[in-house]
């Protein structure tokens, strides 16, 4: 019987078409990775006016019908206590001059501890945590992980760690619609964050890594541990 072309060319359409979506899938990728870069260009000189975690946070808001107000206020590094700034590198990355962008010594501790059966402890670094604020909000994928591991050499070159610092002192999260350390002294002590003392600085630092469920005034025991660390790093 003679063979039917219809059928041998069902089979090339759809390779073709897998090849085309794939194409331009890794195009539409490629192109969104420079834009996330040149944004960090971008960022050296001008403050961010929003944040991917902002953004996410006020859309979560309103699928559930809930109410929100977002308080973001950008101020300079140094419109922001020397103490606060301290006491936030100790809590979240107490090696953040050392390193180029990833602490591959609290990596290694960290994978070691998951593996023991242990409470995994957070290798992220400042400079990891900032661009996953700016971009990627608090979701977790194997794509926005490689995404983010890529940008963040980018921001480590063109930024700094002076603006790295001190774009993510301003855009983290540290309440419910809460965001950047002036919001977050205003919110929690009514000053502004020139004037946060070091008790109020570790208090608020022992926040960060669970924002929607700690409060400065429960975090006696961690705010300690970040003052010792301070102490121990010279601050």
Do not use: C
């Not at 400079?127 to 700016?134: A, C, F, G, S, Y």
């Amino acid at each position: 019987m003679p063979e039917n072309p219809d059928a041998q060319r069902k089979p090339l359409l759809r390779k073709g078409t897998l090849r085309f979506v794939v194409l331009w899938s890794l195009v539409g990728l490629a192109l969104l990775w420079f834009l996330a870069a040149l944004t960090l260009v971008a960022v050296r000189w001008i403050n961010p006016p929003t944040a991917a975690v902002h953004i996410e946070r006020h859309w979560q808001a309103w699928i559930s019908n809930k109410p929100y107000q977002e308080r973001y206020e950008f101020v300079p590094l140094s419109q922001i206590s020397p103490d606060f700034q301290h006491a936030v590198i100790a809590a979240e990355d107490a090696r953040f001059y050392q390193h180029h962008g990833f602490d591959w010594h609290a990596i290694q501790i960290a994978a070691e501890d998951d593996m023991q059966g242990g409470r995994l402890r957070g290798g992220s670094t400042i400079t990891q945590q900032l661009v996953k604020n700016l971009f990627f909000g608090t979701g977790r994928s194997i794509l926005r992980k490689g995404a983010e591991l890529t940008l963040v050499p980018v921001a480590e070159l063109v930024l700094g760690k002076r603006r790295i610092l001190e774009l993510y002192l301003n855009v983290v999260e540290w309440g419910p619609g809460v965001y950047g350390a002036e919001s977050a002294s205003r919110y929690y002590y009514r000053i502004s964050a020139r004037s946060i003392d070091r008790d109020e600085a570790a208090r608020l630092a022992a926040i960060l890594p669970s924002p929607l469920k700690r409060r400065p005034d429960r975090m006696n025991h961690y705010s300690e541990l970040i003052e010792e660390r301070m102490r121990q790093m010279g601050w």
